[in-house]
Antibody
């Protein structure tokens, strides 16, 4: 059974870079797309972007200038970096498998942007 | 971007009720429509993909229909574990977008 687990700091200062990693277990990272989705507290879901295991990416234009998603197949991990964060980036960040529909999700990690 | 509009935003229903949630896309998305259930503090769970295909392990009381711009999620007989927030999501084009959610509450 494929499992995903997000990890990273729960608190980030304004203007700094948010960095999260998603570790995949129980399956291969190859031949799949891997995504990041976020959810501000009490609000709906926002797609951030995805990466193919080969490294091809697709980002939400609303975040594109600040987002980088990368993959490390040797570690069976993929990562999210979001630069120049503000309070509006406070959210639960989920990693998920896929590029269209999402059958596998991590449990989510709350990242708060605050000084 | 394709806008996804769900209605109602919330509803109250009793165990055993038949419940329907609608989702409208701002342009035609064929059948590239997915439905998720989210419970408090949990990640969303995929219920329906490609508008009407039931995800493995999901009870058959959940069904989806529609194509083009109008879609419906139906729960044929509401169970206690079905009280949650439901989201639709289009996978026709990026950026992928979600509806605002429908909260199903106990009457």
């Amino acid at each position: 059974q494929v499992q995903l687990q997000e990890s990273g700091p729960g608190l980030v200062k304004p203007s700094e870079t948010l960095s999260l990693t998603c570790t995949v277990s129980g399956g291969s990272i190859s031949s799949y797309y891997w995504s990041w989705i976020r959810q501000p507290p009490g609000k709906g879901l926002e797609w951030i972007g995805y990466i193919y295991y080969s490294g091809t990416t697709n980002y939400n234009p609303s975040l594109k200038s600040r987002v980088t998603i990368s993959v490390d197949t040797s570690k069976i991990q993929f990562s999210l970096k979001l630069s120049s964060v503000t309070a509006a980036d406070t959210a639960v960040y989920y990693c998920a498998r896929g590029s269209g529909n999402y059958g596998y999700w991590g449990q989510g990690t709350l990242v708060t942007v605050s000084s | 971007d394709i806008q996804m509009t769900q209605s109602p935003s919330s509803l109250s229903a009793s165990v055993g009720d038949r419940v329907s949630i609608t989702c409208r896309a701002s342009q035609s998305i064929s059948n590239y429509l997915n439905w998720y259930q989210q419970k408090p503090g949990k990640a969303p769970k995929l219920l329906i993909y490609a508008a009407s295909s039931l995800q493995s392990g999901v009870p058959s009381r959940f069904s989806g229909s529609g194509s083009g711009t109008d879609f419906t999620l139906t729960i044929s007989s509401l169970q206690p574990e079905d009280f949650a927030v439901y989201y639709c999501q289009q996978s026709y084009s990026t950026p992928l977008t979600f509806g605002g959610g429908t909260k199903v509450e106990i009457k």
